[in-house]
């Protein structure tokens, strides 16, 4: 196949929820019924004997939640689909938000009870100031839920976009009977089970509207009511405006009993978007140069938007996930990382389902790759087999919550440095080492990020530590027009100043009023409160 045949094969897509919405069970049924996995794992509490496929972190197991955002990769109608499934917890936000810089589209899941909830919005943020295409999934259609319509309207302001459905659902809870797809103008009758096969539904034409009255009776005249007024209401289906993040078309189902996903896994294979070109700069004689790179393109470039250590405890290595952004990866390639200029040789390159790894063949735009790497990738990093460019869009946010590190033994102070320097690089949080001395800071944007580490420390580390608390609030990243300026700025808050794990410089603060005072008194420093704008800026002198 060429080139761009084979780029247009490709579709990217992160899942994205409140927590309980069921994000990590559709995950699970999308991999079922592609043929990816033979057996689904149901994501339940301690007791679980089988966990998620997705969920491969000890913590994740024993809370049954996703705190790392992990890759799978399957193969559909002759489709590669990149899937990646998101961490629903607010407190790793940051996580998920640098996966959504990674993906193409993204099919948000909806709790048919408790409607668009916190977390969900903000994730709908970030898809809008992205342009990203939304694929709706509404959750949990067999349970006493919402009124369908009433769930539509909320999107709508939600989204502050129109919502076409593409199923209808007949009843709800009990009498729930099954859905309504429109575009192929039949019903597929419901019948709970987790272990059905989407062949195993049976499926009766509209055309026989007679035998589903007489089967389902007012619950069918209902939803062909609602249905109606849903349909006036809607816009008729405008692929280029779904394209535009203009549209999202919805679905209705239940993920636990594998009903309603066989038409998700199919609109993601028909409706959402092959790789799309991607923004990057080039840095020119001091002056910044935008461009944008054609997935098309021959040369290779692709972006780390996460870095995870010790995926497989025995070997301690740590995986750079790669979103290739154009051109085609072949074992062997000589490959830069741009920020350093250093050539890139990792110990093996591999495509992922959650944890299992295949070594890989080829790669192309859209597709997700692990360097394994034993240090110098960051997040962030753009590699390349040659050109000269730096993709943008990549945040690091401020964080809003301090706790100093203590360990227990001083005699593992060296296995606490390469932890704290490791899950630093990774992005599980951020680590400040202050320039005066003493204990090294943790900054967080969520409390769970705190214990996460903390567990992580001790199981893959050997590192006891007990954190406690600390003054700062807050943190911006400073750069300054010259270095002069930099230097009376550090030599006016020595004890504020410190470095973060890319070693830029930071200024701590224990108010917002702090940060008001040390501008007024030093005008021509810069506070950056996304880490991605101050890296840029240092990169030109700014």
């Given amino acids: 196949m060429s080139h761009a045949t084979e780029t247009r094969r490709r579709r990217t897509f992160a899942i994205i929820s409140h927590p309980d919405a069921g994000k990590t069970t559709l995950t699970e049924k999308l991999l079922l019924f592609s043929g990816a996995i033979q057996i689904a794992g149901a994501v339940k509490g301690r007791k679980a004997s089988r966990h998620a496929t997705s969920d491969w972190m000890e913590i994740e197991k024993q809370r049954g939640i996703s705190v790392a955002s992990s890759v799978m990769q399957m193969v559909y109608r002759d489709h590669v ?8 917890h607010k407190d790793f936000s940051e996580d998920t938000y640098r996966v ?33 295409p939304i694929i709706t999934f509404v959750n949990k259609m067999d349970r006493e ?46 019948q709970a089970g987790s272990e059905k096969r989407p062949e195993d539904f049976e499926v009766i034409p509209l055309a026989e509207r007679d035998k589903l009255v007489a089967r389902f009776g007012d619950a069918f005249l209902a939803a062909e009511e609602s249905m109606e007024l849903a349909a006036g209401a809607s816009p008729t289906w405008d692929h280029e405006a779904f394209l ?24 993601l294979v028909d409706m959402a978007p092959p790789p799309r070109p991607r923004k990057s700069v080039a840095v020119v004689n001091k002056e910044v140069q935008e461009q944008v790179i054609q997935p098309e393109d021959k040369t290779f470039a692709g972006v780390v938007f996460k870095v995870q250590a010790n995926m497989d405890a025995n070997h301690r290595d740590r995986i750079a996930f790669v979103r290739v952004a154009s051109g085609k990866y072949v074992p062997g390639m000589k490959l830069k990382v741009q920020r350093t200029g250093k050539e890139l040789r990792p110990t093996s390159v591999v495509t992922f389902l959650s944890q299992r790894r295949e070594a890989v063949d080829e790669a192309y735009a859209g597709d997700i790759i692990g360097f394994t790497t034993h240090g110098g990738v960051q997040l962030g990093d753009t590699i390349t087999d040659g050109a000269n460019l730096q993709f943008t869009g990549l945040p690091f946010f401020a964080p809003e919550m301090f706790m100093t590190v203590v360990l227990k033994n001083p005699l593992r102070t060296k296995q606490l440095q390469q932890g704290l ?18 204990n090294m800071m943790l900054g967080a ?4 990020q705190f214990e996460v580490v903390q567990h992580r420390l001790k199981t893959e580390y050997d590192c006891d530590v007990r954190l406690e608390g600390s003054q700062y609030t807050g943190a911006r990243w400073i750069t300054a027009d010259t270095p002069q300026q930099l230097r009376e700025f550090e030599n006016a808050y020595p004890l504020r ?44 002198g700014r």
């Fill in 145 to 190: 839920v919402r009124d369908p319509l009433d769930i539509l309207d909320e999107v709508e302001r939600e989204l502050g976009m129109p919502c076409v459905p593409m199923t209808w659902p007949v009843g709800q809870g009990k009498r729930f009977g099954g859905i309504i797809n429109l575009r192929t103008q039949a019903m597929t009758v419901f």
């Fill in 421 to 438: 320097a490791q899950l630093g690089e990774e992005g599980a949080i951020q680590v400040f080492k202050p320039d005066a001395g003493g």
């Fill in 100 to 132: 959504l810089t990674a993906v193409d589209s993204a099919l948000m899941v909806i709790d048919a009870a408790n409607g668009v909830e916190t977390q969900t919005r903000r994730l709908i943020e970030v898809c809008r100031q992205r342009d990203t």
């Fill in 244 to 267: 535009a993040a203009k549209q999202t078309p919805v679905f209705f189902g239940s993920g636990v009993n594998n009903f309603g996903v066989m038409e998700v896994l199919d609109a």
């Fill in 445 to 448: 944007v969520g409390q769970l």
């Fill in 497 to 540: 100043m410190a470095h973060d794990a890319a070693d830029a410089l930071a200024y701590l603060c224990t108010s917002p009023y702090d940060v008001r005072l040390a501008q007024e008194r030093f005008p021509k420093i810069h506070f950056h409160p996304l880490r991605e704008h101050a890296g840029l800026a240092l990169e030109t």
């Fill in 81 to 88: 689909i990149n899937l990646l499934d998101t961490p629903g």
